[in-house]
């Protein structure tokens, strides 16, 4: 354990005794004294240490965890909420002291404490005890574990009727309020990532991305203790994917504390990409009802490994980035699906929002303000289009809303040459072809069912994945209405790479299966021509075949 310790400087008197110059003996003789490792708190009744010396931002904590202390000191945004008040003039602003000090938020305090009670410059910034509690009875016990201050990483409770915000003990103490009835923390909780799915969560092979605390272990090494890290049973068995999955308290060298980037288009490293792609190729074995895709967005967005490649299909990245993994859009994924904007609710009341609710066009009300509920169009009224708007490379709504609509009507259109599912889903939940469906799978399902491992007496090679079996994957992944796990963005992920792959797709079909009548609307025609024939997609036809409808 490290301890700082603090001498006082040597007296002139001091020298002298010690210098045996003076014949009697004074209390100036002691030359130091070591500090103690930890102050009176301020507050004393509450227990809160706050700063061990306030100029200097070393909080007492700091004296034995000097790691953590290092890395809030450096990295972290918390040790500069009381210079970040004072910037905006608010630093008398006793309203603001308590989420910008030491206090009795985010932690288990029962009543107001530190500077609620006592306006000392020790309480300054948010230090470790905001949300670990009170330190004095660890300091004075530290081996002792029944004192030792943990916080919680839950920030919902569930009273019975439902979860909702705990502005008691979490970081929805601070985050979980704002200057409006929104905030960060009321925003997550309507999110999708504030849901709680136990079978996936239980699931040793999904729980890395679909429970917060196996998230926090994948990023960190679960190297910090809280409440709920070793909580196996009882009804918060399974933590959501809150606050600390995504964001470090202690601080990291990334914008907004987050456990990693999201500026960079790599699969493992960024944050967002590294659960959002998973399963996004088939297996060998993959085949008609099989399950497609699970979270594909990662690898659609940057234009590579997402869904099963055509032969003579290649999509050359570098020269292909045009879209929304593009330098306009440094943020990637966060570019679209976190973005805050002020508007009026129907009350008049004017609303901030954070982003946390993670949708990129949102559907609002006739202020401007989010709905209750997400379902509307995609008019230029109906939605907030200021995420697409923001990097300028969409004039206005009514261009990004224009652009929306013709992408999804372009995908749709590539979609049903390929599939067209008539008769709803098949076993397991997911579509399957059948001879009802229309589009070449049906047609080649009505002519060689032998391309598909799942229909009676097909005696294919297991491990080899058929041409038509791949468009199936494809069509599951990209099509917005075939599979529960589509990518969900109807072509707005890369347009250029939804239409590159669908047309390969599609071109692959045509030139594997002679017997197939091949679509020859000149329209459809020019949307393939049109997707192979950009910069950097390739596709080598093996056949030359000439239509024949």
Same mark, same amino acid.
């Given at each position: 354990m490290s301890v700082v310790r603090r001498r006082?400087?040597?007296s002139l008197l001091g020298l002298v005794a010690a210098l045996g110059l003076l014949g009697a /003996?004074?209390?100036e003789e002691i030359v130091y004294r070591d500090r103690e490792p930890f102050n009176p708190p301020p =507050?004393? +009744?509450s227990g809160f240490l706050g700063y061990y010396t306030a100029d200097e931002q070393l909080t007492t904590c700091g004296n034995c965890h000097v790691g953590t202390h290092a890395q809030w000191r450096d990295e972290s945004g918390h040790s500069g909420a009381w210079e970040a008040l004072a910037a905006i003039g608010q630093d008398g602003n006793t309203a603001c002291f308590a989420c910008h000090g030491v206090s009795e938020y985010g932690n288990a305090a029962s009543a107001a404490a530190g500077i609620s009670v006592?306006? =000392? *410059? +020790?309480?300054? =910034?948010? $230090? /470790?005890e905001n949300c670990h509690g009170q330190g004095f009875d660890h300091v004075q016990l530290p081996d002792d574990q029944s004192t030792w201050p943990i916080p919680r990483a839950d920030v919902t409770v569930d009273p019975g009727t439902g979860r909702v915000l705990d502005t008691d003990a979490s970081c929805a103490a601070c985050h979980g309020s704002s200057h409006g009835p929104r905030s960060l923390a009321g925003d997550w909780l309507l999110s999708g990532h504030a849901a709680i799915n136990a079978s996936p969560a239980s699931n040793p092979s999904c729980r890395g991305c679909h429970e917060g605390k196996a998230i926090m272990l !994948?990023?960190? #090494? $679960?190297?910090s203790n809280y409440v709920e890290r070793d909580s196996l049973t009882g009804q918060y068995q399974y933590l959501s994917i809150t606050c600390t999955s995504c964001h470090d308290p202690h601080g990291s060298p990334y914008p907004k504390m987050l456990r990693a980037p999201i500026d960079v288009a790599d699969l493992q490293t960024n944050l967002c990409m590294s659960c959002h792609n998973r399963g996004t190729e088939p297996a060998a074995s993959f085949s008609n009802g099989d399950r497609g895709a699970h979270a594909? $967005? #990662?690898?659609?967005?940057? @234009?590579? @490994? +997402?869904g099963y490649t055509p032969a003579g299909f290649a999509f050359d990245t570098v020269q292909a980035y045009g879209t929304h993994a593009s330098g306009a859009n440094p943020r990637l994924c966060a570019g679209c699906h976190v973005n805050s904007f002020e508007a009026v609710d129907d009350d008049g009341v004017e609303v901030e929002y954070s982003g946390h609710e993670f949708l990129p066009i949102p559907c609002v009300d006739a202020g401007g303000a989010i709905s209750d509920v997400q379902d509307c169009g995609y008019g230029v009224t109906e939605r907030s289009w200021a995420a697409c708007t923001a990097a300028g490379c969409h004039g206005d709504a009514t261009v990004a809303s224009t652009a929306f609509t013709n992408q999804r009507l372009t995908v749709q259109n590539l979609v049903d040459i390929i599939w067209v599912n008539n008769d709803g889903v098949g076993p397991g939940g997911r579509p399957i072809v059948s001879a009802g469906d229309g589009g070449y799978l049906a047609d080649i399902l009505a002519t060689d069912p032998t391309q598909f491992r799942k229909e009676a007496g097909t005696d294919i090679d297991p491990y080899v994945l058929t041409p038509a079996e791949g468009a199936i994957f494809n069509a599951q992944m990209l099509a917005? =209405? %075939?599979?529960?796990?589509q990518d969900g963005s109807k072509g707005i992920h890369n347009p250029f790479y939804y239409e590159a792959l669908l047309a390969a797709t599609i071109a692959e079909l045509e030139d594997t299966y002679p017997f197939l009548a091949v679509r020859t609307d000149p329209a459809i025609r020019q949307l393939i021509d049109? +997707? %192979?024939? !950009? *910069? @950097?997609?390739?596709?080598? !036809?093996?056949? @030359? !075949?000439?239509a024949t409808r």
């Amino acid at each position: 354990m490290s301890v700082v310790r603090r001498r006082f400087p040597l007296s002139l008197l001091g020298l002298v005794a010690a210098l045996g110059l003076l014949g009697a /003996c004074t209390d100036e003789e002691i030359v130091y004294r070591d500090r103690e490792p930890f102050n009176p708190p301020p =507050d004393e +009744a509450s227990g809160f240490l706050g700063y061990y010396t306030a100029d200097e931002q070393l909080t007492t904590c700091g004296n034995c965890h000097v790691g953590t202390h290092a890395q809030w000191r450096d990295e972290s945004g918390h040790s500069g909420a009381w210079e970040a008040l004072a910037a905006i003039g608010q630093d008398g602003n006793t309203a603001c002291f308590a989420c910008h000090g030491v206090s009795e938020y985010g932690n288990a305090a029962s009543a107001a404490a530190g500077i609620s009670v006592v306006n =000392d *410059p +020790a309480y300054h =910034d948010v $230090q /470790c005890e905001n949300c670990h509690g009170q330190g004095f009875d660890h300091v004075q016990l530290p081996d002792d574990q029944s004192t030792w201050p943990i916080p919680r990483a839950d920030v919902t409770v569930d009273p019975g009727t439902g979860r909702v915000l705990d502005t008691d003990a979490s970081c929805a103490a601070c985050h979980g309020s704002s200057h409006g009835p929104r905030s960060l923390a009321g925003d997550w909780l309507l999110s999708g990532h504030a849901a709680i799915n136990a079978s996936p969560a239980s699931n040793p092979s999904c729980r890395g991305c679909h429970e917060g605390k196996a998230i926090m272990l !994948r990023f960190s #090494g $679960q190297t910090s203790n809280y409440v709920e890290r070793d909580s196996l049973t009882g009804q918060y068995q399974y933590l959501s994917i809150t606050c600390t999955s995504c964001h470090d308290p202690h601080g990291s060298p990334y914008p907004k504390m987050l456990r990693a980037p999201i500026d960079v288009a790599d699969l493992q490293t960024n944050l967002c990409m590294s659960c959002h792609n998973r399963g996004t190729e088939p297996a060998a074995s993959f085949s008609n009802g099989d399950r497609g895709a699970h979270a594909s $967005q #990662g690898p659609i967005l940057i @234009g590579t @490994g +997402a869904g099963y490649t055509p032969a003579g299909f290649a999509f050359d990245t570098v020269q292909a980035y045009g879209t929304h993994a593009s330098g306009a859009n440094p943020r990637l994924c966060a570019g679209c699906h976190v973005n805050s904007f002020e508007a009026v609710d129907d009350d008049g009341v004017e609303v901030e929002y954070s982003g946390h609710e993670f949708l990129p066009i949102p559907c609002v009300d006739a202020g401007g303000a989010i709905s209750d509920v997400q379902d509307c169009g995609y008019g230029v009224t109906e939605r907030s289009w200021a995420a697409c708007t923001a990097a300028g490379c969409h004039g206005d709504a009514t261009v990004a809303s224009t652009a929306f609509t013709n992408q999804r009507l372009t995908v749709q259109n590539l979609v049903d040459i390929i599939w067209v599912n008539n008769d709803g889903v098949g076993p397991g939940g997911r579509p399957i072809v059948s001879a009802g469906d229309g589009g070449y799978l049906a047609d080649i399902l009505a002519t060689d069912p032998t391309q598909f491992r799942k229909e009676a007496g097909t005696d294919i090679d297991p491990y080899v994945l058929t041409p038509a079996e791949g468009a199936i994957f494809n069509a599951q992944m990209l099509a917005e =209405d %075939l599979y529960d796990h589509q990518d969900g963005s109807k072509g707005i992920h890369n347009p250029f790479y939804y239409e590159a792959l669908l047309a390969a797709t599609i071109a692959e079909l045509e030139d594997t299966y002679p017997f197939l009548a091949v679509r020859t609307d000149p329209a459809i025609r020019q949307l393939i021509d049109r +997707a %192979l024939s !950009r *910069p @950097g997609v390739t596709y080598v !036809r093996r056949s @030359g !075949r000439v239509a024949t409808r």
